[in-house]
């Protein structure tokens, strides 16, 4: 089969992926094998590239926004999968006994395997995957517009969920990427009131036809105090401005994997029982629901469709926020 695969983490610049031709790869026990149909690009997938984060396997192929068909089922248990359309996020598996798995939290799991980085992942022409890591896919939605909903969703999903956004009230979003553009919708359909802070022209834009009750540039001030935040931009300066735009006892999530280091700032911003969290990966729970509230809502993604070859370019793309919405590639 045809991948696009990292031999030597280098800068998006000089063209990390090569398109190689690979053997075809053999599900193990309790995997399946997926003819992949389409791979979102994520912006940790630049940062696997480039060697931010420590990459146990190489070389590797990238890609943990799998949508494909199932074309291999070996394990007499998962053979009703054959045929289905699934699709395949950041976790891979987890150990199923430790602490964190038993509480529902294994997205905290230290044994926790991820897609793209401990076993290849989507951007190439199969994949294996776990069979109970994998996730049926709403009809409604195409290939393309799904393969967003499965890292970029999952994630402003579970952030929302951390910052109590699920219920409504006053929501401030820091960043206007592809996982705010989902959060957004799911948080207005369920009723909250969303403030977008956001520099780029075309950002703004698309946050207000999004729904957006208010947008301005970071360091503006919203005509309210906010119940919530999410700061999807890996910039640490919104943390405390997040925490000045908070009222007493709200709640600010830090969404991004990575973020430049946070400035020093007075412990009256934290006071009255204000909180910052982070978001550490998703849960199989968190992907089905926001997969079911996908469905009911309907969200609408915004995509951008380029060949696995330009997988390169893709990742340029997102490293200079040229993106509006999400890019996906199609083998
Ligand atoms: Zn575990
Ligand atoms: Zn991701």
Redesign the pocket.
């Given at each position: 089969m045809l991948a696009m695969v990292l031999a030597t983490p280098r800068p998006a610049e000089e063209r990390p992926l090569e398109l190689r031709q690979v053997p075809q790869p053999v599900p193990g026990p309790g995997e399946v094998l997926l003819r992949v149909s389409a791979c979102g690009v994520c912006r940790t997938d630049l940062h696997t590239v480039e060697g931010d984060l420590t990459l146990p396997l190489l070389p590797l192929v990238p890609g943990h926004q799998v949508v494909g068909t199932v074309v291999d089922a070996p394990a007499d248990a998962d053979r009703a999968l054959l045929g289905r359309r699934v699709g395949v996020a950041w976790m891979a598996g987890?150990?199923?006994?430790?602490?964190?798995?038993?509480e529902g939290n294994?997205n905290l799991?230290?044994?926790?395997r991820f897609t793209g980085l401990h076993a290849w992942g989507g951007y190439a022409e199969q994949v294996t995957a776990r069979a109970d890591f994998t996730y049926p896919l709403p009809d409604a939605f195409p290939d393309d517009q799904a393969a967003p909903l499965l890292c970029a969703g999952v994630i402003g999903y579970r952030a929302l969920r951390l910052a109590g956004a699920l219920t409504g009230g006053r929501l401030g979003i820091f960043g206007f990427g592809a996982s705010a553009h989902v959060a957004i919708q799911v948080a207005t359909h369920l009723g909250a009131e969303v403030y977008v802070y956001t520099r780029a022209r075309r950002h703004r834009a698309h946050a207000e036809e999004l729904g957006a009750r208010w947008v301005g540039a970071p360091g503006d001030t919203a005509p309210a105090l906010l119940d919530r935040a999410v700061i999807f931009s890996p910039a640490g300066e919104h943390v405390p401005a997040a925490l000045a735009a908070l009222r007493p006892g709200g709640t600010a999530v830090c969404a991004s994997v990575t973020m430049s280091d946070i400035p020093r700032f007075p412990y009256g911003l934290l006071y009255g029982e204000r909180r910052v969290s982070s978001v550490a990966n998703a849960t199989r729970r968190d992907a089905l629901e926001l997969l079911a509230l996908a469905e009911r809502i309907p969200l609408r993604t915004s995509v951008e469709s380029l060949p696995l070859a330009d997988a390169n370019e893709a990742l340029l793309l997102v490293k200079r926020s040229e993106v509006t919405g999400a890019l996906v590639l199609r083998p």
């Open positions: 987890a150990c199923g006994v430790c602490s964190f798995c038993r294994e799991c230290p044994d926790a």
